[in-house]
């Protein structure tokens, strides 16, 4: 698939994923109580999903991406969350993969100045994926009221 439709996914030298991992390094040591890695964690995760990702995979990083932009949960919050449906057995849904992943990508995350820039520019990220997906909304909505989210 070409970068135009998934960012960075299969981009030369691997710059996309070298621009993760260093925006991994400075959201682990972020040290603020939000947790915003988990943000990071779950828009990399449905930016780049393909038909191997484990449905686990793409409907924690949706729900995760939901309750960030559309609720304003931390990523602590979010979390923890996972967590709890982690010790539950679901029969997890299949998400169609748009074509379109959003048009913001790590890099650009990455080129914003660390501190408040670089942090606004994660949630813009973060609500780029998310209305990127947003005919697997509704399914996502609904996961989350029948678990009394």
């Not at 609720?71 to 679901?90: A, E, I, P, T, Y």
């Not at 997906?133 to 399914?139: A, C, E, I, L, M």
Request: charged fraction near 20%.
């Amino acid at each position: 698939m070409a970068n135009a439709t998934r960012p960075g996914r299969d981009d030369e030298g691997g710059s996309e994923q070298v621009a993760y991992e260093e925006l991994q390094c400075y959201t682990l040591a972020h040290g603020g109580p939000g947790f915003i890695h988990q943000h990071v964690v779950d828009a990399w995760a449905a930016q780049h999903a393909d038909e191997q990702t484990p449905r686990i995979g793409l409907t924690f990083a949706l729900v995760g991406l939901y309750l960030h932009v559309g609720r304003g949960w931390s990523g602590r919050q979010v979390q923890r969350l996972h967590m709890l449906f982690g010790q539950r057995k679901h029969d997890w849904p299949a998400f169609p993969l748009p074509p379109d992943r959003g048009s913001v990508t790590v890099r650009q995350v990455m080129a914003a100045s660390p501190g408040p820039d670089r942090d606004c520019a994660i949630d813009a990220w973060c609500a780029s994926v998310w209305a990127a997906f947003h005919d697997s909304h509704d399914t996502v909505l609904d996961l989350l009221e029948r678990q009394g989210v």
